[in-house]
């Protein structure tokens, strides 16, 4: 399946013609995929929540700006699939439908939409960073009402319980990733295009 989606990429790009252009594209999807599989199982858990501290909110804003939102949500889309086949790239190095399927798998399908949600204000807006930023907040709230919703209803909680212990522990750290991204996403994405011109 991860197969078909690398695929499509290749033949659904009328816009992109050259062939250089395709294998461009297929190496950077597949080399931002492995580095979510590398640093999104790399977590810090935290005793009064199920949901650890982890590196794939910064991982995804930041490959915005290295592939754009289509291609950085198809990379996000592959790791999912490579997670959900058991490979161990999940937060604590796990793997497998259960783990999206468990508390924590609403905010694995959160991120999708913070991907999207974020790329677009990326592109939209450019170097516009205080809108930037706020387009990245508006993706994560999106993505925390998904983790939450989901956190309650797997733990049995009321919304309010499970947003104290999903969501308010990691305001402070997830405004600083933004922050990261919106800083080192620009530079990334100039010094990679100064390298493939």
């Known amino acids: 399946m991860a197969a078909d989606i690398m695929k499509n990429?290749?033949?659904?790009?009328?816009?992109?013609?050259s062939g250089r252009i395709h294998t461009r594209r297929l190496v950077l999807?597949?080399?931002?995929?492995?580095i979510t599989c590398i640093l999104a199982p790399f977590s810090i858990p935290i005793p009064i929540s199920p949901v650890p501290i982890s590196l794939?909110?910064?991982v995804l804003l930041i490959s915005i700006y290295v592939?754009?939102?289509k291609d950085a949500t198809i990379s996000f889309l592959v790791y999912l699939l490579l997670g959900?086949?058991?490979?161990?790239v999940f937060s604590g190095f796990s793997g497998g439908l259960g783990k999206i399927a468990g508390p924590t798998g609403g905010y694995l399908v959160g991120f999708i939409f913070m991907t999207i949600i974020a790329g677009i204000f990326v592109e939209r807006f450019k170097d516009r960073h205080i809108l930037i930023i706020a387009g990245m907040v508006l993706a994560t709230?999106?993505?925390?009402?998904?983790?939450?919703?989901?956190?309650a209803y797997q733990m049995e909680l009321p919304f309010a319980g499970a947003l104290s212990i999903g969501v308010l522990p990691y305001l402070p750290g997830d405004m600083a990733k933004i922050l990261l991204a919106v800083l080192t996403g620009p530079l990334l994405r100039s010094r990679l295009q100064n390298l493939t011109n």
């Not at 999807?29 to 492995?34: D, K, P, S, W």
């Open 67 to 69: 592939l754009g939102w």
């Open 9 to 17: 990429v290749t033949t659904k790009n009328p816009g992109n013609t």
């Open 56 to 58: 794939t909110n910064l």
């Open 84 to 88: 959900a086949f058991g490979l161990p």
């Open 29 to 34: 999807i597949a080399m931002v995929t492995a």
């Open 141 to 151: 709230v999106v993505t925390y009402v998904f983790g939450t919703a989901w956190l």
